[in-house]
């Protein structure tokens, strides 16, 4: 035993051990409830009940202005973008990522987000750290209309590398009974694609592997965006598409929505698709995020490996029968969106929905002129 050890002991023995001591300082987790309280306050919404801080989470659907509604709730996290944030220290967009991943993931069956609830943990808390993280989150809510009414803050010594944390997020919404979607989807109905702003928060496990590869920093400019760092321009926030689809379903123009995440457009459109239909995908139809192209060129990743791992350019797909509805009311919003496709029927009416490509995507890299 060290003489370190000890001293530690015969200071247990005196004083009594701490919590402190362990590694779990309890004031300065009161201090960060305190210091988010002002962003927090923000994300308020009709139906919150109850402050921040209390055991658990209070929210009033009635009050909310829903009359017969169908709660959905959702739950996930960043993926190793996470890691990229950590290792670049730019924090304040992944609690943005957070939000987003969970409430696009709502809204495709029609449900409006009511409340988010956070978790974030860490071996040692470093409050400015976890203020402008939560910060993110708050900001996301805020632009989506949803409440941020609770969450968690663990700190747990050895659990977490130095200066590491994760995060997690979980958010309810709710919808009138009779407007789940999908809802009749049928052939000829059209295919639109709201467009991303970069791969969001899936495949950055490859994209980690790629970057590596190609010996870069985080602090190297982006070969496929000179006006950017590396890290900065990977760390771009999940694109929310709560107002868009919300804005369509209830003007009645939506069949179905599939938010394009992990497993690309041929991995999530089929989710929402009935059986004996194919949905028939232009590849060449919208414009592919230089990202993407970098992305397949640096490490010869195949057409086929892009569709399934990334979004590539479309971070939300909608099937309409009105396409001139649909883009007169998009046209009010920022959204850029295509019409990328069409629901076709199957030979067999029992057969698994599938997607199949007219023309694959184009990812050839053209490299930015010095």
């Known amino acids: 035993m060290t003489s370190d050890s000890l001293e530690l002991k015969q200071t247990n023995i005196e004083n009594g051990a701490t919590y402190e001591q362990s590694g779990v300082d309890i004031a300065a987790g009161d201090a960060l409830i305190e210091a988010i309280k002002p962003a927090v306050s923000k994300t308020s919404q009709a139906g919150v009940m109850g402050n921040l801080g209390g055991f658990g989470a209070l929210f009033d659907v ?10 959905v709730s959702g739950t996930d996290g960043v993926g190793t973008k996470l890691l990229i944030a950590i290792e670049t220290g730019l924090c304040d967009h992944i609690g943005f990522d957070l939000v987003g991943m969970c409430v696009n993931d709502l809204i495709v069956q029609g ?5 988010f609830l956070d978790y974030f943990a860490t071996g040692k808390l470093d409050i400015k750290q976890a ?3 939560i910060t993110g989150i ?10 941020l009414i609770g969450g968690e803050t663990a700190e ?5 590398h130095n200066d590491h944390y994760d995060l997690a997020g979980f958010s309810v919404g709710a919808v009138e009974r009779n407007a789940l979607l999908p809802q009749n989807i049928v052939p000829g109905n059209k295919i639109i694609g709201l467009t991303s702003n970069g791969a969001h928060s899936n495949g950055y496990s490859l994209i980690r592997s790629i970057v590596k590869s190609q010996n870069l920093a985080w602090d190297d400019i ?5 006006d950017q760092f590396l890290g900065e321009a990977l ?3 999940t ?7 919300i804005k369509l379903h209830n003007a009645g123009l939506l069949h179905g929505a599939a938010h394009i995440t992990g497993g690309g457009i041929i991995g999530n459109l089929p989710r929402i698709l009935p059986k004996g239909t194919i949905a028939t995908i232009d590849g060449e139809s919208w414009p592919m995020p230089p990202v993407f192209s970098w992305l397949a060129h640096a490490g010869n990743v195949k057409t086929e490996e892009m569709l399934k791992v990334f979004n590539c350019g479309i971070g939300m797909i909608l099937i309409v029968s009105d396409v001139a509805a649909v883009n007169e009311l998009l046209n009010d919003t920022d959204t850029e969106a295509y019409v990328i496709g069409h629901i076709a029927a199957n030979d067999d009416p029992n057969s698994d929905p599938v997607v199949e490509f007219s023309d694959l995507p184009d990812f050839t890299f053209v490299p930015e002129e010095e």
Do not use: N
């Open 62 to 71: 009635k009050a909310a202005g829903f009359k017969d509604p169908i709660l």
């Open 111 to 115: 449900a409006k987000p009511l409340f």
């Open 131 to 133: 203020q402008r993280v």
């Open 138 to 147: 708050s900001t996301a809510c805020e632009q989506c209309g949803c409440a």
């Open 156 to 160: 747990m010594p050895g659990m977490y």
């Open 222 to 226: 982006a070969p496929f965006d000179p």
């Open 235 to 237: 760390l771009t926030p």
């Open 239 to 245: 694109k929310l598409y709560v107002e868009p689809v």
